[in-house]
């Protein structure tokens, strides 16, 4: 088997339920409907009687309810009953690769892998193989701890994006394999309505080839002069690898590694390849055409909008001008890549403002430490800002006497890895990868603690 350590890769071990059941087998990523009690219970009703990764996960719209505890224990409980229960076929050593039909029509494209949790850094301004790409809240990794600690099994909802404009990894990987005639280890719909989805084991010698010759070609692409290789950036479920990584970290910590001054921990003998050092995931490629970036808005309220558009222009640069009409705005925006959009009422008139800048990188890497320091000098509370989906929702809220909405432009692509690796990771709630119901579901899995 191909040694792929140097691109922070393993070719993973997979368990895949027998006589796989997609649409209950499969749930949506804990981390979303967070709000939506009722989605949740719906799905309970899908599941019910039925194996499924609903009872091997926590969905976090249950995570502050006084029977988290008890939930958890029953997680691991169903965890260790799937593998002894004989749930799962035999062990498979395989990547898999994946064809996720939306239920919008879009097609998305991925390619199941391990990767290495000594290769990844949530830290801002790691050169690590593998990097965050938006900031990391500590608070938020303790209570997912307590799920992975001594979990008997793993199944990941996180998705790394790779840049690979030629698309030699992920598409090269699926068209190689269907000009194989390989049959797929998965085929079927997903619950909700939320589209399908089918899976093709990676596995001869031909294909593992090309899958490293690829990755050999987009290290070469993405390496810096100073030799620092940005090989992949986590485009959902940071938390969830921030939490894999510090429990690996722990387990090194038990058993005889070593803390270094730069917070690493050394691996322990006889620990080299222990599962609790790789995680479950899978890539996507920044270019797939199925993989839509959204921007998230801002809201501001009870602030003074207009010395906010000031401190604005002259952080950033550029033109200010009032347009005539919401559509303008919107048009304006959309077709940019750091224009920025403001809807506020003044003097009881609805005002739409627009802000051009010259600014190089994401748009939102460079707003947003601005807006936080206008809150800062202005003593506002952190309920004054909140973040919105959706360009109607930037219009509507803008139409209140006590609010500001700030309409992002689309974010680039093609700037994406480039402003991280020169910025660091983005600022909190910077992008969203698709609507809820397109985010990754639940279903391949891999053993992790005995």
């Not at 602030?303 to 009409?325: F, H, M, R």
């Amino acid at each position: 088997m191909k040694n792929f350590s140097k691109f922070g890769l393993k070719v993973p071990q997979i368990l895949l339920p027998k006589n796989i059941d997609t649409a209950t087998w499969s749930v949506v990523a804990c981390d979303q409907y967070t709000q939506d009690r009722e989605y949740w219970a719906d799905v309970e009703k899908t599941a019910a009687g039925k194996n499924s990764t609903l009872n091997i996960i926590l969905p976090e719209v249950y995570l502050n309810d006084a029977d988290k505890p008890a939930r958890i224990e029953k997680i691991k409980s169903t965890m260790r009953d799937y593998i002894k229960g004989g749930v799962f076929a035999d062990e498979e050593s395989e990547f898999i690769y994946i064809e996720r039909t939306t239920a919008y029509g879009r097609v998305r494209h991925g390619l199941m892998a391990c990767i290495d949790l000594d290769t990844y850094e949530w830290k801002p301004f790691s050169k690590a193989l593998i990097r965050a790409t938006e900031a990391t809240i500590l608070e938020r990794i303790p209570p997912r701890m307590e799920i992975r600690r001594g979990a008997p099994i793993e199944s990941p909802h996180i998705m790394l994006l790779v840049n690979d404009p030629d698309r030699a990894l992920v598409e090269a990987t699926g068209e190689a394999v269907k000009a194989d005639g390989i049959k797929p280890c998965y085929d079927g719909a997903l619950m909700q309505k939320s589209g399908s989805i089918t899976g093709w084991p990676v596995k001869t010698d031909d294909l593992i080839d090309k899958v490293e010759a690829a990755c050999e070609k987009i290290a070469k692409a993405n390496t810096d002069k100073d030799g620092d290789v940005f090989m992949f950036a986590v485009g959902d479920g940071n938390h969830s690898l921030a939490t894999a990584k510090a429990i690996w970290d722990e387990v090194k910590l038990n058993n005889g590694g070593k803390k270094l001054d730069d917070g690493t921990v050394t691996v322990p003998a006889g620990f080299e390849n222990h599962n609790a050092r790789f995680a479950l995931i899978e890539i996507v490629n920044i270019f797939d055409t199925g993989l839509t970036f959204e921007p998230i808005h801002r809201v501001l309220f009870d602030i003074d909008t207009n010395a906010l558009i000031s401190k604005l222009q002259s952080s950033l640069g550029g033109t200010v001008k009032e347009v005539s009409s919401k559509n303008e705005l919107a048009d304006t925006v959309k077709k940019s890549s750091a224009s920025f959009g403001f809807v506020f009422v003044e003097n009881a008139k609805q005002k739409y403002v627009l802000l051009k800048t010259p600014v190089k990188e994401l748009a939102v890497s460079r707003l947003q430490p601005v807006i936080d320091d206008f809150l800062k000098e202005t003593n506002a509370a952190k309920e004054q800002i909140d973040y919105i989906h959706g360009t109607e929702e930037v219009f509507r809220l803008g139409a209140k006497e006590n609010a500001v909405s700030i309409l992002l432009p689309p974010v680039a692509k093609d700037s994406f890895f480039a402003t991280i690796n020169s910025r660091g990771p983005l600022p909190r709630k910077s992008f969203s990868m698709g609507e809820a119901d397109e985010k990754r579901f639940y279903l391949e899995c891999r053993k992790l603690f005995d």
